[in-house]
């Protein structure tokens, strides 16, 4: 069946630390995203790709870098200048001009430790 | 500035009472609306989505959303709620173009008790 993978499920962080959570999708859609979710706040988009080999900065952007070097995949890096990473994260992907909605991942759930 | 109101942060229901989740959007097109449903610690599934014709929508699991231009609303029913149907509900807005981006709501929390 074709969805998105997001990996790990869980993920700990340390001060000072870089970290990379996957997304891999099968599904052919163009455009992929990132949403942080905290609790009360709802989702808030960090980036998005709508094409291999570009992306373009969402609302929350600082802190954090991304690439789309395949169509399959769009990995986020919470770098160490986001000073506040603790949060579920989610990926999400759409057929570009489909209008059909999102497709999400399952989610990981970072912790800095 | 575009934007989604969800107002009731957390609603609590009895198994088989009805329910409506409240969502106002703000947006300067034409707005294409969604629903999408949250079990704790899963990403979010779609329920419905409205981009044109009938105002009222079917979506999964027995839930409609009817689409209300003049009140800027796209409120979520259920006639009869059951024990599973407990979740985080999201409304969304975007629109079909260049980004395909949806602004999110923060999110109502639906409680259901037997």
């Known amino acids: 069946d074709g969805g998105i993978t997001q990996s790990p499920k869980y993920l700990f962080r340390k001060e000072g630390q870089n970290v990379t959570l996957s997304c891999e999708q099968n599904l052919n859609h163009d455009a992929m995203y990132w949403y942080r979710q905290d609790p009360g706040q709802g989702l808030r988009l960090i980036y998005y790709s709508q094409i291999v080999n570009d992306f373009q900065k969402g609302d929350i952007a600082e802190g954090y870098s991304v690439s789309r070097e395949k169509k399959e995949s769009f990995p986020l890096t919470v770098t160490s200048a986001q000073k506040n990473p603790t949060a579920f994260y989610l990926c999400?992907?759409?057929?570009?001009?489909?209008?059909?909605?999102?497709?999400f991942g399952s989610g990981t759930r970072l912790t800095v430790v | 500035a575009q934007s989604v109101t969800q107002p009731d942060i957390h609603i609590t229901v009895s198994e088989g009472a009805s329910l409506e989740l409240r969502c106002n959007y703000s947006?300067?097109?034409?707005?294409?609306l969604f629903w999408y449903v949250q079990s704790p610690g899963q990403g979010l599934q779609l329920l419905l989505k409205?981009?044109?014709?009938?105002?009222l929508v079917q979506g999964i699991k027995g839930f409609e959303a009817e689409f209300k231009r003049s009140q800027s609303s796209f409120n979520l029913r259920k006639p009869s709620v059951h024990w599973s149907d407990a979740a985080e509900y999201f409304c969304a807005v975007g629109s079909l173009g260049n980004t395909d981006k949806l602004i999110f709501g923060t999110g109502t929390r639906l409680q259901v008790f037997p």
């Open positions: 999400a992907s759409i057929r570009k001009g489909a209008g059909y909605g999102y497709t």
């Open positions: 409205y981009f044109s014709g009938d105002t």
């Open positions: 947006y300067g097109a034409t707005p294409y």
